[in-house]
């Protein structure tokens, strides 16, 4: 939704100016000058924005239309921006053959070759998967999350007015301390509440979490008084829980792990019920012990496995998701958890 066609150039100019954008109209609100260059910033990141939410809305309109009178759960952005922008080195290449070929500054291939070296440098990390992303980025730039839910919200208010039945479960990832929920809601829900009044209808939406740092599993009770589901991002539960980086633990040591039995089976594929299992065994229990009617669930890919799929039966999960095309397998293994289940309380 945010890389295909003209989107990503849309994101990409957005990024470049994101945060100058974001601390001019913090100064601004606080009734602080700004100079000519901040509003100009501004005008720009809104803009870019202002064309990414019409896109994402017919986006979402489309996926209310479809899923008439059943719940839509929508992620809100996740992955840090530095990959929505070009590779780092590729970028100093392009800038080095520039200025080998001494092109004036001028130049507007070689200016924006420079602008995006410096955005991607400013956005560099250590460890960007441990960095700003998810929450952390909403409460950071909140346009990008405030954008996103003008987009789901007024594309089930359109829904709804053409006859339509939506229901939008908006979730907020990446969660680890309870704050960062009840501080990212309270954004999210005054732009609801914007919308809903500018529209003069009211919508079904439901505001949630991914429990996805071993943290927010711990404290999952005090999250669940901010959160009406939770659903198990496992693929970073799992790296976060090991210590495992997955890009280089799957193309280099894990496979080995498994071969030599150091690990019964790649934690990337199976849940490790012994460890990532029992964070969220606690996570159910302390989440529900706090709002009984919690809606729980999974998603990533562990979703489309049997054995982890009779795991979440075990402990009580609502639901599970997976990639299109493991769905029928899915299935079939939630059927057979859920018989076996049975069959064993009927003992």
Do not use: W
Not at 314 to 325: A, F, H, K, R, T
Request: charged content about 25%; some cysteine; overall charge negative.
């Amino acid at each position: 939704m945010f890389r295909e066609g003209e989107r990503l150039e849309i994101v990409r100019d957005a990024i470049l100016v994101a945060f100058e954008a974001t601390r001019a109209k913090e100064r601004r609100d606080a009734g602080d000058g700004i100079s000519a260059a901040q509003e100009a910033a501004i005008q720009r990141f809104d803009a870019s924005l202002a064309r990414l939410e019409g896109l994402q809305e017919s986006d979402f309109r489309g996926i209310f239309e479809a899923m008439s009178g059943l719940p839509v759960v929508v992620r809100l952005i996740d992955p840090p921006l530095h990959e929505f922008l070009p590779n780092h080195g590729e970028l100093i290449a392009e800038v080095t053959r520039f200025e080998e070929r001494k092109t004036p500054l001028d130049d507007p291939a070689y200016a924006q070759a420079r602008r995006l070296l410096t955005a991607v440098e400013a956005l560099r990390e250590q460890n960007p998967m441990l960095g700003l992303r998810g929450c952390r980025l909403g409460l950071m730039i909140p346009d990008f999350v405030k954008m996103q839910t003008r987009a789901i919200l007024n594309a089930a208010i359109a829904v709804r007015k053409a006859g339509g039945d939506p229901h939008a479960e908006i979730m907020i990832p990446l969660v680890g301390h309870v704050n960062e929920l009840s501080a990212t809601r309270n954004i999210l829900e005054a732009e609801a509440r914007r919308v809903e009044e500018q529209a003069g209808v009211e919508v079904d939406y439901k505001f949630g979490t991914m429990i996805e740092v071993p943290r927010g599993a711990l404290t999952a009770g005090e999250i669940a008084e901010h959160a009406e589901f939770f659903s198990f991002g496992t693929n970073d539960l799992t790296q976060m829980a090991f210590g495992y980086s997955r890009d280089d633990a799957e193309g280099g040591f894990l496979l080995t792990y498994v071969e030599r039995k150091i690990l019964p089976e790649n934690p990337f594929q199976t849940l490790d019920v012994g460890g990532v299992g029992q964070l969220m065994r606690i996570a159910v229990e302390r989440g529900r012990a706090a709002r009984p009617d919690l809606e729980i669930g999974i998603c990533g890919e562990h979703g489309g496995d049997p054995a982890s799929i009779a795991f979440c039966e075990e402990i009580g999960l609502d639901y599970v998701s997976c990639s299109p095309y493991r769905v029928p397998v899915a299935r079939l293994a939630a059927a057979q958890a859920a018989l076996a289940g049975a069959a064993e309380r009927d003992k």
